[in-house]
């Protein structure tokens, strides 16, 4: 792995575990002072919401990044186009309030769906801002504006809840880090202006790759956030706020450390262009350090999670334990089909890419809908058998289609897992025996499980000699030498 590689993971991790330490940290106070029925109905939008964000950012601004030498025609055609689009887009959010209130029997939902929706405009008038800095690779610059967005954003929802203002707190934390994110991507960005262009060229070539990446993303965004519309339907809210708890707490150690290292990948691989063994090379460097980060904290979560909920989040948390759980063993392999897809997207594949969305959701939504009658805990575990079932297409499609082996990836990812699972029954066994023979508080089993697992997984790294591991050593020796 070149030092460039690490340093645009570096600093793309920091920017993506420096928003979500202060994410969690502001999620345990507001959760110790609201109710899971708050959460249920902020879950009960988001649907919507991010829907309407991955249609602003996941489609013609990646096709920029991933374009060859894009001109200032495009960037200008992307801008305005998504402002547009953002407007419009808001209008049918607003226009629809009372009935999206009416599908959940919940009319507090209808200035919420009027206030939310401005997230979508906001996110407009900055996309194209992101992805000029994706391209610069200044991951740098976003990391400072994505933590202090995220900083200030957060203490402003804490001192709301703080006084009484209930879901509206959570409202105006995400309204506030949009506004102040895009805000800095104006004034400290690349200082880049729109021009007053609209070109039909520009827009039709890039929205032959950005139609199909835009079309995946909101079928992605639809099946991610489908379980809290039907929840929400057919169970309480407060049950529905248990769910999108262990949901949230379940993301930031995986999908949210999966995407932050392949945040940077497309940007990487699109300056290779004309080296495919430099791009192949890439992509094996992603794929072991994205399982080596990953997986340990994954099932160290699941293993550590009710001691985790009860001190940190309070007992009145409990009960969402067996989803955090399982959730967190669920997305155990998103390092691997994020991966992958991104390589897929890097080498323009956007149509095949979308092919084997449609095959994933459609077995996504169909075990969905079997488990729904019987329970949120199996509601969980349909999206591990998606999860599963999510990575093997995504390597079979990529194995198809650039001739990288299932095979060699196995032996990337199979070392890394078993070491994981092993430092995870190290944890729970010291966990077990700290609950048993010492009564042990919650706090200490924190501790003794977290420092016995991590402690097995470095040690057992290091006698592995596994690749990540020496060349994280190497780069700390390098940068205190």
Same mark, same amino acid.
């Given at each position: 792995?070149?030092?460039?590689?690490?340093?645009?993971?570096?600093?793309?991790?920091?920017?993506?575990?420096?928003?979500?330490?202060?994410?969690?940290?502001?999620?345990?106070?507001?959760?110790?002072?609201?109710?899971?029925?708050?959460?249920?109905?902020?879950?009960?939008?988001?649907? $919507?919401?991010?829907?309407?964000?991955?249609?602003?950012?996941?489609?013609?601004?990646?096709?920029?990044?991933?374009?060859?030498?894009?001109?200032?025609?495009?960037?200008?055609?992307?801008?305005?186009?998504?402002?547009?689009?953002?407007?419009?887009?808001?209008?049918?959010?607003?226009?629809?309030?009372?009935?999206?209130?009416?599908?959940?029997?919940?009319?507090?939902?209808?200035?919420?769906?009027?206030?939310?929706?401005?997230?979508?405009?906001?996110?407009?008038?900055?996309?194209?801002?992101?992805?000029?800095?994706?391209?610069?690779?200044?991951?740098?610059?976003?990391?400072?504006?994505?933590?202090?967005?995220?900083? =200030?954003?957060?203490?402003?929802?804490?001192?709301?809840?703080?006084?009484?203002?209930?879901?509206?707190?959570?409202?105006?934390?995400?309204?506030?880090?949009?506004?102040?994110?895009?805000?800095?991507?104006?004034?400290?960005?690349?200082?880049?202006?729109?021009?007053?262009?609209?070109?039909?060229?520009?827009?039709?070539?890039?929205?032959?790759?950005?139609?199909?990446?835009?079309?995946?993303?909101?079928?992605?965004?639809?099946?991610?956030?489908?379980?809290?519309? $039907?929840?929400?339907?057919?169970?309480?809210?407060?049950?529905?706020?248990?769910?999108?708890?262990?949901?949230?707490?379940?993301?930031?150690?995986?999908?949210?450390?999966?995407?932050? =290292?392949?945040?940077?990948?497309?940007?990487?691989?699109?300056?290779?262009?004309?080296?495919?063994?430099?791009?192949?090379?890439?992509?094996?460097?992603?794929?072991?350090?994205?399982?080596?980060?990953?997986?340990?904290?994954?099932?160290?979560?699941?293993?550590?999670?009710?001691?985790?909920?009860?001190?940190?989040?309070?007992?009145?948390?409990?009960?969402?334990?067996?989803?955090?759980?399982?959730?967190?063993?669920?997305?155990?392999?998103?390092?691997?089909?994020?991966?992958?897809?991104?390589?897929?997207?890097?080498?323009?594949?956007?149509?095949?890419?979308?092919?084997?969305?449609?095959?994933?959701?459609?077995?996504?939504?169909?075990?969905?809908?079997?488990?729904?009658?019987?329970?949120?805990?199996?509601?969980?575990?349909?999206?591990?058998?998606?999860?599963?079932?999510?990575?093997?297409?995504?390597?079979?499609?990529?194995?198809?289609?650039?001739? =990288?082996?299932?095979?060699?990836?196995?032996?990337?990812?199979?070392?890394?897992?078993?070491?994981?699972?092993?430092?995870?029954?190290?944890?729970?066994?010291?966990?077990?025996?700290?609950?048993?023979?010492?009564?042990?508080?919650?706090?200490?089993?924190?501790?003794?499980?977290?420092?016995?697992?991590?402690?097995?997984?470095?040690?057992?790294?290091?006698?592995?000699?596994?690749?990540?591991?020496?060349?994280?050593?190497?780069?700390?020796?390098?940068?205190?030498?």
């Amino acid at each position: 792995m070149s030092n460039t590689t690490f340093r645009s993971v570096a600093w793309t991790s920091i920017e993506r575990f420096g928003t979500q330490v202060f994410q969690a940290i502001f999620t345990i106070a507001l959760a110790r002072m609201l109710m899971p029925e708050d959460y249920g109905l902020i879950a009960m939008v988001f649907i $919507f919401l991010m829907a309407g964000w991955m249609l602003m950012d996941g489609g013609l601004p990646l096709a920029l990044v991933q374009k060859k030498n894009p001109t200032e025609n495009d960037f200008s055609t992307v801008f305005w186009f998504n402002v547009l689009f953002g407007l419009v887009l808001y209008g049918v959010f607003f226009w629809s309030a009372p009935f999206i209130a009416r599908f959940y029997e919940q009319p507090a939902l209808i200035p919420i769906i009027k206030v939310v929706g401005l997230n979508v405009v906001i996110w407009s008038f900055g996309a194209v801002h992101g992805a000029k800095l994706d391209i610069a690779l200044k991951f740098k610059k976003q990391a400072f504006i994505g933590m202090s967005a995220m900083l =200030i954003s957060g203490l402003f929802g804490v001192g709301l809840a703080y006084y009484g203002y209930g879901v509206w707190a959570l409202v105006f934390q995400f309204l506030t880090n949009h506004s102040l994110r895009i805000a800095c991507y104006w004034i400290f960005g690349e200082r880049w202006r729109p021009r007053l262009i609209f070109s039909l060229t520009s827009l039709k070539s890039l929205f032959s790759f950005g139609f199909a990446v835009t079309l995946s993303a909101l079928l992605d965004t639809i099946y991610k956030n489908i379980y809290a519309v $039907f929840i929400g339907r057919r169970y309480t809210v407060g049950e529905l706020g248990l769910f999108q708890q262990g949901y949230n707490l379940s993301n930031l150690l995986t999908t949210n450390i999966a995407y932050t =290292i392949a945040r940077s990948f497309i940007p990487l691989q699109s300056t290779f262009h004309d080296n495919p063994d430099k791009q192949h090379y890439l992509f094996y460097r992603f794929l072991s350090l994205a399982c080596f980060i990953i997986f340990p904290l994954a099932i160290l979560l699941a293993v550590l999670a009710e001691p985790f909920v009860s001190f940190v989040l309070t007992k009145k948390w409990l009960q969402a334990v067996p989803f955090l759980q399982i959730l967190c063993l669920s997305y155990l392999w998103y390092p691997v089909l994020v991966t992958n897809e991104r390589m897929l997207l890097a080498k323009g594949f956007s149509r095949p890419y979308l092919m084997s969305q449609i095959i994933k959701k459609a077995f996504g939504f169909t075990v969905f809908f079997m488990c729904l009658p019987h329970g949120i805990f199996w509601i969980c575990a349909s999206i591990g058998f998606y999860a599963f079932f999510d990575m093997v297409v995504s390597v079979i499609f990529l194995q198809k289609y650039l001739s =990288i082996r299932w095979i060699e990836q196995l032996k990337i990812v199979l070392p890394v897992l078993g070491l994981a699972v092993f430092s995870g029954i190290v944890a729970w066994l010291v966990v077990l025996g700290t609950t048993y023979y010492a009564s042990a508080s919650d706090f200490m089993k924190l501790v003794c499980g977290g420092i016995s697992g991590l402690g097995v997984y470095a040690i057992g790294a290091h006698l592995l000699k596994l690749d990540e591991w020496k060349f994280m050593l190497n780069y700390l020796k390098n940068r205190h030498a």
